[in-house]
């Protein structure tokens, strides 16, 4: 309890993993109520929307998660948009304290020539659109292109290019939308190129990602041996870092190996940074520099140019944050200003406001990552508690009544059960294990069936069609 008697309220903005962590830090030891809002109709953020879908095993964290909303304290009020639904004075009049974990959700742009040629996409939304993302128009993408480029070197580069070299086939398995499992089937993809503008041992892989590219099937793996040469800095740093040694004694591995004539190609390049997208309608090709580095790992340019023919270009080359109104915003990091987790105002801790997760430190880490973060940022604003103004209404149903009152439909917890049950039940017309359902308007249908249904059992097989997907 806090100190005289009451629930400290606390609104969590956004049910990714630091927002669900940070939910079950407060929680831990009773006496704290907290509204967790999601601009989505589901709950997970990431977890759901940026997990590429042949990674069960990552994906079933969502079971940990679902735990930390499912208890009594806890409420989930997914489609409400924090900064549009609700302003922040809304919240600060309905909570204690307002806690943001609402990630990193804008891509980041090149800044070359022909960057938005047609045929040239962001990983963000490449991804969006085959996790059925609601946002992500159905059409976007039909790979038909023969060679796709990826640009950037990270793990949602290496997830984009094993989702576009991997056979349709081994899709099937997945909750992949039954539009977006059609197209992979139809895809015209031969070979991929993943592109890092620095060398082997600074590529931001983790080399557990990197491996299973060479597990894929019908597929080679082509590294050129040259690219793997390795100056002074970064043989320091394989050296210093075991996990550098790994990634480069797969490398190594592949460059060595005699390609198979296998269906598909997959061909990791290194020292090139793309200087323009070629092409007069939509991408053709990318033009490249090659690249090198000084001694303290820095890259810089050698006047070296390479064309290269490619029909789809991919930039997965790290996220950034979003605004949200009313709270202070650094647009180079695209972060939140903050202190351990407490908001700064002009370099002052504003007490009631919190941030969490890729808002607060950007887009790095793994999920887990966010546990010790979203620990952090509890603890401060456990910490500040007792001196914290409680907020003037504090009626629980009040918020709700203010979101109803705004026409806007929150998805309840018992919403959100309801839409996983139809998305089981749409699979299983479609003779899989799940089909994600990626309209917005099915989603709420299938939402308030739930509601109606009190336990969240959507029992009726005519609320979702297969062209609603
Ligand atoms: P990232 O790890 O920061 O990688 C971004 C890549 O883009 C780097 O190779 C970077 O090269 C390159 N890049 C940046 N600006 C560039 C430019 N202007 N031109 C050419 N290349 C450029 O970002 P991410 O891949 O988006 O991943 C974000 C976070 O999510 C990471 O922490 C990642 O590990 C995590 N994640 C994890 C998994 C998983 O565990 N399976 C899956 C997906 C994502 P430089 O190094 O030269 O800057």
Known sequence: MWPNGMALRVAVIGSGPAGVYATEALTRQGGVAV?????????????????????????????SLHAVLDHPDVRFLGNVKAGVDLTLEDLHRHYDAVLVANGAAESRRLGIPGEDLAGSFSATDLVAWYNGHPDAPIDQFTLRARTVIVVGMGNVAIDVARMLARPAADLRGTDLPAHVLR?????????????????????KFTTKELRELGDLTDVDVLVDA??????????????RHPSVRRSLDVLHDWAQRTPHGRARRLHLHFWLRPVRALGKDRVSGVEWE????????????????????????VRAIGYHGRALPGL???????????????????????????????????????????????????????????????????DPDAILELLARRGVRAVSWSGWNAIDLAETDLGRTHDRPKARISDRAVMLRAASQGTDLGDGRSDNPELLRPQDV
């Open 328 to 394: 202070p915003f650094d647009e180079t990091t695209g972060t939140i200003p903050n202190a351990a987790g407490r908001v700064l105002r002009d370099g002052i801790p504003s007490h009631g406001e919190y941030v969490a997760g890729w808002i607060k430190r950007g887009p790095t880490g793994v999920i887990g990552t966010n546990r010790r973060d979203a620990n952090e940022t509890v603890a401060a604003l456990l910490a500040d508690a007792a001196e914290l103004p409680p907020a003037p209404v504090r």
């Open 226 to 239: 040259q690219d793997l040469a390795l100056d002074q800095a970064s043989q320091a740093m394989a050296s």
């Open 183 to 203: 197209v992979f089937e139809r895809s015209e993809v031969q070979d991929v190129h993943v592109v890092a503008r620095r060398g082997s041992a600074q590529a």
């Open 290 to 313: 090659r690249m090198r580095v000084d001694d303290r790992a820095v890259a810089g340019p050698t006047g070296n140019l390479i064309r290269q023919d490619a029909q789809m270009l």
């Open 35 to 63: 509204d967790v809002f999601d601009a989505l109709p589901c709950p997970f953020g990431l977890v759901r929307y940026g997990v590429a879908p042949d990674h069960p095993k990552i994906r079933s964290i969502t079971g």
